[in-house]
């Protein structure tokens, strides 16, 4: 039986990754002074420049989820197309689409008794999510059964590392991650956090930085100490229209290890509306994600 595997926007997959291996997305939301726009829209190009531009400014930028009547419409195409369905999806630790999969999910195998849909809880984010969808893209493509691959997805999610820093201490601290305090004792002594999300699949401050720098340094550190099998590695590294920064931890990454490839792309806007311009941020498969 055929199968599709379907993710959301906030995995960051690039156009070329999602095409290559037939990915499906539905895409989030994200709203700039009350207009809606959404993260990803097949064929099309959006300027993140212009989005980063404008968060620099301090428009009000705000993120929805996706609703399950949204998910439903979406899953419907395929069941009635004879797929079975995979899908993917946003860590459930920092937003609830997720189980607006779930939910959509248990009604349409009522009315489809005869497809199979499975939803896994990714407890990642961004580039990390991303990732744990192209393995599985990998396994399906090597001949794996939809069981098979989901059952893989559920026990290699923690392997899925996230490492990232940011530079702008106020779209954290708006977003409720940091106090307002702290961001601005950060911003007075150029303490830049280094965080990564946890198993529980939520964003943590693991240590802090002296300077942009140092934080840099900090990411490639901890790929160094648990990263796993280098040389079959896809590592992505994103950031919040920092491009040059981005190529220079590129450079780190490829002068410590032989990896398989290394990819540098934008950050989604809905993750970017929360971490903030100049975000940088490092995503492999490792040990462990601490």
């Not at 055929?2 to 990915?23: F, P, Q």
């Not at 069941?79 to 349409?108: C, H, M, P």
């Amino acid at each position: 039986m055929s199968y599709v595997i379907i993710t959301d926007s906030c995995a960051n997959l690039t156009d070329e990754m999602i095409e290559k291996n037939n990915i499906s997305i539905i895409p989030l939301s994200f709203h700039v002074n009350g207009e809606e726009y959404k993260s990803y829209e097949k064929g099309k190009k959006s300027d993140l420049k212009k989005f980063y531009n404008m968060m620099r400014q301090k428009e009000s930028i705000t993120t929805s989820l996706v609703s399950p009547d949204q998910f439903t419409q979406f899953f419907t195409e395929y069941l009635e197309a004879g797929q079975d369905i995979l899908y993917i999806g946003f860590s459930s630790g920092l937003s609830g689409t997720y189980q607006s999969s779930v939910i959509a999910a248990e009604e349409l195998k009522e009315k489809y008794p005869d497809r199979k849909i499975i939803t896994v809880d990714s407890l990642c984010a961004s580039a990390g999510q991303g990732l744990l969808v192209y393995h599985v893209c990998m396994l399906k493509e090597a001949g794996k059964s939809l069981e098979e691959v989901g059952d893989w997805a559920m026990e290699n999610r923690f392997r899925s590392c996230h490492w990232f820093t940011c530079d702008d201490l106020f779209f954290l601290k708006r977003g409720g991650r940091i106090s307002a305090s702290s961001a601005v004792l950060g911003s007075l002594l150029q303490v830049k956090p280094v965080m990564h999300v946890t198993d529980e699949g939520k964003l943590a401050v693991f240590s802090k930085a002296r300077g942009r720098k140092q934080a840099m340094q900090s990411l490639v550190k901890h790929m160094e100490e648990t990263v796993e099998n280098p040389e079959e590695q896809v590592v992505i590294i994103a950031h919040g229209d920092c491009e040059d920064e981005a190529l220079a931890i590129k450079k780190m990454v490829e002068e410590k290890f032989t990896v398989k490839e290394v990819i540098v792309t934008y950050l989604d806007p809905v993750i970017g509306a929360h971490a903030g311009p100049g975000t940088l941020a490092l995503f492999y498969m490792g040990t462990n994600r601490a």
